[in-house]
Antibody
């Protein structure tokens, strides 16, 4: 059974930083293209970014609202995906999901809530 | 960026009746090289993460009931539920994975009439 478990969410002040983690099991994580998707309270889904497998370059892509502030990385030895979020803004308040693993999003975690507020 | 536009924003259907949700992309999501359409549909029940229903525009994910079907091509797509069940109450999203950012539609809320 595939499991994606996010952690690291919480309350942070505007301008602050937070690192989210996503622990994966039941999949060949090193071969997986992984994403972060967020959902602001009461709103729709927003694609945050993607990291390819290391075999395919390990490159990243980001949505415009987070580019330059967020960094996606992976640690295949630990089957873990990360999202480093810097210069956080109130509009970054959302549930953050990790998802993967092929071209479409067949697997999703339960999400972790990030609240940016003073 | 490719803009995905869904209609209607909300829909109320009687149990056992059919429902159709529309999704339009601002540019084609058909890869002419492999003839594949890079469009997926997701269901999000209240308080739950999204669940994949359909990929390649019309391929049903394993375990998804056959009352769900996806159709369309180019820039216009549909998700059809042939006979609504109570557990189908959810918000439905389309997503293109042709170009990054892999944008989602704004969602369609499906309720029981």
């Amino acid at each position: 059974e595939v499991q994606l478990v996010e952690s690291g969410g919480g309350l942070v002040k505007p301008g602050g930083s937070l690192r989210l983690s996503c622990a994966a099991s039941g999949i060949s994580f090193s071969d997986a293209w992984m994403r972060w998707v967020r959902q602001a309270p009461g709103k729709g889904l927003e694609w945050v970014g993607r990291i390819k497998s290391k075999n395919e370059g390990g490159t990243t892509d980001y949505a415009a609202p987070v580019k330059g502030r967020f960094t996606i990385s992976r640690e295949d030895s630990k089957n873990t995906l990360y999202l480093q979020m810097n210069s956080l803004r109130t509009e970054d308040t959302a549930v953050y999901y990790c998802a993967g693993a092929g071209s479409w999003l067949g697997y999703w975690g339960q999400g972790t809530l990030v609240t940016v507020s003073s | 960026d490719i803009v995905m536009t869904q209609s209607p924003e909300s829909l109320a259907v009687s149990l056992g009746e059919g429902a159709t949700i529309n999704c339009k992309s601002s540019q084609s999501v058909l890869n002419s090289s492999n003839k594949k359409t890079y469009l997926a549909w997701y269901q999000q029940r209240p308080g739950q993460p999204p669940k994949l229903l359909i990929y390649w525009a019309s391929t049903r994910e394993s375990g998804v009931p056959d009352r769900f079907s996806g159709g369309g091509s180019g820039t216009a797509f549909t998700l059809t539920i042939s006979s609504l069940q109570a557990e189908d109450v959810a918000v439905y999203y389309c997503q293109q994975y042709y170009n990054t950012p892999h944008t989602f539609g704004q969602g369609t809320k499906l309720e029981i009439k």
